[in-house]
């Protein structure tokens, strides 16, 4: 099987698809400089991330087969309370019906 050729992004291709960035997401102590690191697939880095969720299954599944998705930051409004923020993302309703 023939090795897949890693598709190469240039600067203004990285900066129109992740926009302005001060900080490099992969390492925050250093600034961004538009690699495009951040947007190659975790398994396959010859190929830019469509978000599948093939990752997520794999690296970080809990033994009940739970996905483990790590939320460093919330942005949001000033006046947005926590509980608006839940009903934004279909959160308040605790499976109740």
Same mark, same amino acid.
Do not use: H, W
């Given at each position: 099987?023939?090795?897949? $050729?890693?598709? $190469?992004?240039?600067? &203004? ?6 926009? &302005?960035?001060? &900080? ?11 690699c495009? $690191? /951040?947007?190659? /697939?975790? =398994? ?9 969720? !093939? /990752? ?8 009940? #087969?739970?996905? $483990?998705?790590?939320?460093? !930051? ?5 006046? =947005?309370?926590l @509980? ?5 993302? #279909? =959160?308040?309703?605790?499976? @109740? &019906?």
């Open positions: 099987m023939a090795k897949k $050729k890693k598709i $190469k992004l240039t600067k &203004e291709q990285v900066e129109k698809i992740i926009g &302005e960035r001060l &900080e490099c997401i992969l390492d925050e102590s250093q600034p961004c400089t538009y495009g $690191k /951040c947007l190659y /697939c975790d =398994l396959d880095s010859s190929k830019i991330c469509d978000n599948c969720g !093939k /990752c997520l299954d794999t690296i970080n599944t809990d033994e009940k #087969g739970f996905v $483990k998705i790590p939320i460093d !930051k919330i942005i949001a409004d000033d006046d =947005l309370t @509980e608006d923020l839940y009903k934004q993302y #279909g =959160l308040d309703d605790d499976g @109740e &019906e």
